[in-house]
């Protein structure tokens, strides 16, 4: 696997963003995944969402993309790595998400590129490549 697809980058493919989608038409199938913390927060944003035919479709488009994109699994290795992670962000006076240290964990832990629209904020993660598919 070379490219985990944080939930912002989700959220890009879910809205056709069309850099998004070109960019992933370029790179072979078995080479992107979803890590489970994304998954986990686009299910929360549809959760919030009221009972409406909105969030009826959301939740449609999530279920397809993921039945085209793998997912990278949440194991030991990651769990290892967001403590590291989180504990040495803490010990530097820099805080990030949970979500945003747990993808983050993911990629270092595959040795993945982590792509996000959110290169401020991920890009003090010493040692995480990151790409912004946006752009």
């Not at 370029?26 to 299910?43: G, M, T």
């Not at 909105?54 to 279920?63: F, Q, W, Y």
């Amino acid at each position: 696997m070379k490219y985990l697809l944080d939930t912002n980058a989700v959220s890009a493919l879910l809205r056709g963003d069309p850099e998004m989608l070109a960019r992933l038409r370029s790179v072979p199938r078995d080479e992107i995944a979803i890590p489970q913390p994304a998954l986990a927060e686009l299910a929360y944003g549809i959760a919030r969402l009221p009972a409406s035919r909105r969030r009826d479709r959301l939740a449609e488009r999530v279920t397809l993309v993921c039945e085209e994109i793998a997912r990278a699994q949440w194991t030991d290795e990651v769990s290892r790595r967001f403590g590291e992670l989180k504990a040495l962000l803490e010990r530097g006076g820099e805080r990030l998400e949970d979500f945003d240290v747990a993808m983050a964990a993911h990629a270092l832990a595959l040795g993945a590129i982590l792509v996000t629209a959110n290169v401020e904020h991920l890009g003090r993660v010493r040692g995480l490549r990151i790409e912004d598919w946006g752009r």
